[in-house]
């Protein structure tokens, strides 16, 4: 069993290390999806998420896979891509496009948890200044690429990232593990993609290590 967490009450989690095994990482249930519960969340290395009809659920998964900037290491082929000048990347240009064409259909059809609560708590945590965008322009001015996350100090907490065209969500990551803004940026999960790119993981007492740090 996970604790309950009382919407009413202020915002508290219960220790990390009582995460579950499996699922991997759900820590509680319930709380608000408000900017003061966000906030002491990811300070914790903590994040929401779950699927429509069900309760807030948080998660803290060990172990954790992260991206150093300084360990970043993009492909050949997206280093070309990026000299190209084929499209323009921005930041908080357009947040509110970025979390909507993430929330939307994946090519295999499978949806997204990105639902109508998720959306509307990290519009206002754009709006208070925790979350931010990139974006990707192609020649003609549309929208083709995005990322979305959590900026806490010298940490960026990774949500979800979107292509129109291919390749483009990766100029993105490129660009923020560049720009000399983060020290450490939460990819959450492993995937092959992030690996190949130089994301490693990590076990929870060094995430959190780090954030105490950075964030």
Same mark, same amino acid.
């Given at each position: 069993?996970?604790? #309950?967490l &009382?919407?009413?009450?202020?915002?508290?989690?219960?220790? *990390?290390? *009582?995460?579950?095994?499996?699922p991997?990482? $759900?820590?509680?249930? =319930?709380?608000?999806?408000?900017?003061?519960?966000?906030?002491?969340?990811?300070?914790?290395?903590?994040?929401? #998420?779950?699927s429509?009809?069900?309760?807030?659920? #948080?998660?803290?998964?060990?172990?954790?896979t992260? @991206?150093?900037?300084?360990?970043?290491?993009?492909?050949?082929?997206?280093r070309k @891509?990026?000299?190209?000048?084929?499209?323009?990347? *921005?930041?908080?240009?357009?947040? &509110?496009?970025?979390?909507?064409? %993430?929330a939307?259909?994946?090519?295999?059809?499978?949806?997204?948890?990105?639902?109508?609560?998720?959306?509307?708590?990290?519009?206002?945590?754009?709006?208070?200044?925790f979350?931010?965008?990139?974006?990707? #322009?192609?020649?003609?001015?549309? $929208?083709v =690429?995005?990322?979305?996350g959590?900026a $806490?100090?010298r940490?960026?907490?990774?949500?979800?990232?979107?292509s129109?065209?291919?390749?483009?969500?990766?100029?993105?990551?490129?660009?923020?593990?560049?720009?000399?803004?983060?020290?450490?940026?939460? %990819?959450?999960?492993p *995937?092959?993609h992030l690996?190949?790119?130089?994301?490693?993981?990590?076990?929870?007492?060094e995430?959190?290590a780090?954030?105490?740090?950075?964030a």
């Amino acid at each position: 069993m996970i604790p #309950w967490l &009382d919407p009413q009450a202020r915002p508290f989690f219960p220790h *990390t290390n *009582t995460a579950l095994a499996e699922p991997r990482g $759900l820590l509680a249930a =319930g709380g608000r999806l408000d900017v003061e519960w966000l906030l002491v969340a990811y300070r914790q290395g903590i994040f929401p #998420w779950f699927s429509e009809n069900e309760p807030i659920l #948080w998660w803290s998964p060990a172990p954790r896979t992260v @991206l150093y900037p300084q360990h970043y290491h993009p492909s050949r082929s997206l280093r070309k @891509l990026a000299r190209q000048q084929r499209y323009r990347i *921005t930041g908080d240009k357009d947040f &509110d496009a970025v979390i909507h064409a %993430c929330a939307g259909e994946r090519d295999d059809h499978s949806g997204t948890w990105i639902n109508a609560q998720m959306i509307g708590a990290y519009m206002v945590m754009h709006q208070a200044g925790f979350a931010h965008s990139v974006e990707c #322009w192609n020649l003609e001015d549309e $929208l083709v =690429g995005g990322i979305y996350g959590i900026a $806490l100090g010298r940490v960026f907490f990774g949500e979800s990232m979107f292509s129109v065209e291919a390749n483009t969500s990766k100029l993105c990551l490129k660009h923020l593990a560049e720009s000399g803004e983060y020290s450490m940026i939460d %990819c959450q999960m492993p *995937t092959a993609h992030l690996n190949r790119l130089g994301a490693i993981d990590i076990s929870r007492d060094e995430f959190e290590a780090a954030l105490n740090r950075w964030a």
